[in-house]
């Protein structure tokens, strides 16, 4: 299992990004796939999963209207369209397949002006 995500940067408050992450090495189209981020000295803590088909989608109280995860089962990417950015959203993002316990480099957001 290989999972590499791109897209991070620095943006100002309320600006947006598009991370994405390209997985390989298992059947991707049959599993939920999800995204995380830690920030300093904090926990690693779930921001968004979706189901396997891309039918269901849930996201913590944080991000509920501001972030969208979505995937595309053809080219084995999972996105996090994340918009309305905020400084408390800055951290290492990760994305993780649901029941394998593997995780990328990351991709760092920086949210300051």
């Known amino acids: 299992v290989q999972l590499v995500e791109s897209g991070g940067g620095l943006v100002q408050p309320g600006g947006s990004l598009r991370l994405s992450c390209v997985a390989s090495?298992?059947?991707?189209?049959?599993?939920?796939m999800t995204w995380f981020r830690q920030a300093p000295g904090k926990e690693r803590e779930l921001v968004a999963s979706?189901?396997?088909?891309?039918?269901?989608?849930d996201y913590a109280d944080s991000v509920k209207g501001r972030f969208a995860i979505f995937r595309d089962n053809a080219k084995n990417t999972v996105y996090l369209q994340m918009n309305s950015l905020k400084p408390e959203d800055t951290a290492v993002y990760y994305c993780?397949?649901?029941?394998?316990?593997?995780w990328g480099q990351g991709t760092q957001v920086t949210v300051s002006s």
């Open positions: 993780k397949a649901v029941g394998f316990w593997v």
């Open positions: 090495g298992f059947p991707f189209s049959s599993y939920g």
């Open positions: 979706i189901t396997s088909t891309g039918g269901t989608t």
